[in-house]
């Protein structure tokens, strides 16, 4: 990703919120996206259709036709509104422990 405009952070109520008046959402998750971590030497890319969030564990599940992937330990979620012609950037960030992991996603 490339410099960031606008930062909006959002609890997770919020961002359930945000993602009820999505039409049509696309969700899509790619390690080319994630940073530090992930091997150069292969990629993924997932595309969901639906969200569920619990609040009670802070839990973000996305769910396609395919697959799942589902966050615990959501702290907030960062909306980076920095390309319209890709779709928006959102980061979800979450602890374990003292550790903290940061996500980065795209809605499309």
Same mark, same amino acid.
């Given at each position: 990703?490339?410099?960031?405009?606008?930062?909006?952070?959002?609890?997770?109520?919020?961002?359930?919120?945000?993602?009820?008046?999505?039409?049509?959402?696309?969700?899509?998750?790619?390690?080319?996206?994630?940073?530090?971590? @992930?091997?150069?030497?292969?990629?993924?890319? %997932?595309?969901? *259709?639906?969200?569920? #969030?619990?609040?009670?564990?802070?839990? /973000? &599940?996305?769910?396609?036709?395919?697959?799942?992937?589902? @966050?615990?330990?959501?702290?907030?979620?960062? %909306?980076?509104? *920095?390309?319209?012609? #890709?779709?928006?950037?959102?980061?979800? /960030? &979450?602890?374990?422990?003292?550790?903290?992991?940061?996500?980065?996603?795209?809605?499309?």
């Amino acid at each position: 990703m490339e410099e960031e405009a606008e930062l909006n952070v959002m609890s997770l109520s919020e961002f359930s919120e945000y993602c009820s008046k999505q039409v049509s959402p696309s969700y899509i998750y790619s390690t080319e996206n994630q940073g530090d971590g @992930f091997t150069p030497s292969a990629s993924m890319v %997932m595309r969901f *259709n639906k969200v569920i #969030i619990n609040l009670k564990p802070n839990r /973000i &599940c996305f769910i396609s036709d395919e697959s799942n992937l589902i @966050f615990d330990g959501v702290k907030e979620v960062q %909306m980076l509104n *920095n390309n319209p012609a #890709i779709g928006k950037f959102f980061r979800i /960030i &979450c602890s374990c422990g003292a550790t903290e992991y940061t996500h980065t996603m795209i809605l499309d």
